[in-house]
């Protein structure tokens, strides 16, 4: 039997223009929805077609011989990856972040569609130059850069993936309660939870915290380090306030103290999330698992 040729996988999200539809039923009521609130329907839709554009730009640049894939965000969870295939990324660098916990080691590029709007951290390539990128990775010709992943798991195997971070707390952002262990410290916490983030990630959500807070933790997507920020927590007769932030080469374990409301989520997801009540504990460390991205040459 003959081998295979590649498969390149693509990924996309649901464009604003697609999300409208979806809420609305049809173009005219969406149209009076953004016209009520003082926007106008021509430039999502504009938008859209720019999108639609660069992804039928992107798919007819694949080698005629290959295999192609076209998944959904929203169906990711029920889309077998094959060892073999070529990820490619057409979208936001926070799509990255959203396919990255699929992924066993397959390589990814990042390709922006919109280089106008999108920062391109990790959609790196133009439409333009996908052939290239494509034969280049298949041949090896360039090269991969692990980037470091977070993982939580809990008391009874339920495990989480984040490429960017992973928020631990109530599900309303209100006071979480918990006992927090981190090297041989330990003390009970009252905040609005916490980031657990990644180098990939410290240019996203932990930057904020970090220039609100004026604490710096250098950390470098490849390093196998994460750091740890508790998000304003509050000094009582109960709880402490010493555990603030930190680098983190090992693990860090937190026990619930939520009635209910508990939740962790990673990368921004919020409806996918772990429950997290009292009595549960969950370990946070650096992954087994990295993201395997294309590097420009």
Known sequence: MGTLPPRAVFITRETDYEMLLAR???REQARFFLESRGQ????????????QQSLRGARVRVPRDWRQAHVRRTDLDRFLFAPDDIVVVVGQDGLVANVAKYLSGQPVVGVNPLPDVYDGVLVR??????????????????????????????????RLLALNELFIGHRSHQSARYHLKVAQADEEHSSSGLIVSTGTGATGWARSIMEATE????????????AFFVREPFPSRATRTSIRHGKLKSQLAITSHMNDGGVIFADGIEKDFIAFD????????VSAKALRLVKAP
């Open 40 to 51: 106008q329907l021509e430039w999502v839709e504009q938008r859209h077609e720019h999108f």
């Open 278 to 285: 009292w009595g549960r504990t969950v370990t946070v460390k």
């Open 215 to 226: 604490c710096s933790i250098s950390l470098e997507p490849d390093e196998e380090a994460l």
């Open 24 to 26: 609305h039923a049809t």
């Open 125 to 158: 390539f133009p439409v333009e130059v996908l052939d290239v990128v494509l034969e280049g990775t298949v041949e090896g010709a360039l090269a991969l850069e692990n980037r470091t992943m977070a993982e939580a798991v809990l008391e009874n195997g339920e």
